[in-house]
């Protein structure tokens, strides 16, 4: 069992949010807070195992609480749902220890995903974060030496897939310009991050941005 404590100013998206998660058999919501210094008392006394962080509230905003909890207990994850998609939010959660950040209009069949990947470690970032993410922060030059083995092994379709991931481009995105499925694409995906012992997606962004020329002229 996930043991989720939800953090937000707003009791109504509170209640939504216990309703949809509490659907799932293996997800149970322990706790419920209005802003982050509150929830740093009830991680103190429940010890959750991933806490649904809003970015915005009174008292203690969610980037605080983030780096809060993080400085106090490490092993906790936080995963951040808000309505702000700003690259200072972005930004800020994810350097201060955030696993994750999602819009609210996220599907709740996807939220659990992600409350289940995070739980286990793996970074889970919403449609269009990633492209926030790359043209924010500095990443490696690209290499203009030979690519290593495990880059140059994957298929032709996956060296595809995988150019499309370090611009940013969502699976929905990928399946559309490459005429398959979503499906399809996770499969890609599962099989490039496997092939290059990469932990998640983000992971393979960054890089795949650093080999960007290589991957272009694949095609």
């Known amino acids: 069992m996930i043991n989720v404590l939800l953090v937000d100013d707003q009791n109504l998206i509170r209640q939504g949010l216990k309703a949809l998660l509490e659907l799932e058999a293996d997800l149970e919501i322990v706790g419920e807070a209005e802003n982050g210094e509150t929830a740093i008392r009830l991680i103190e006394q429940l010890h959750p195992d991933v806490v649904l962080m809003d970015i915005r509230m009174p ?10 909890i993080q400085r106090r207990f490490s092993d906790i994850k936080v995963l951040v749902l808000t309505t702000f998609d700003d690259d200072e939010y972005v930004t800020a959660a994810l350097q201060n220890g955030a696993m994750g950040y999602l819009l609210k209009d996220t599907p709740s069949e996807e939220l659990a995903v992600a409350v289940r990947a995070v739980y286990r470690g793996y970074t889970q970032l919403g449609p269009g974060i990633v492209k926030k993410l790359l043209s924010h922060f500095s990443y490696p030059a690209q290499h203009h030496s030979p690519p290593p083995p495990s880059l140059t092994e994957l298929t032709p379709r996956e060296k595809e897939v995988l150019r499309l991931i370090a611009i940013g481009a969502t699976n929905k995105e990928i399946a ?19 092939r290059l012992n990469l932990r998640d997606r983000t992971q393979a962004a960054i890089f795949a941005h650093s080999y960007l020329s290589y991957l272009s002229n694949c095609n």
């Open 176 to 194: 559309q310009q490459l005429y398959i499925s979503e499906g399809t694409v996770k499969n890609h995906v599962t099989n490039i991050l496997n």
């Open 59 to 68: 008292v203690m905003d969610g980037v605080a609480a983030t780096r809060e």
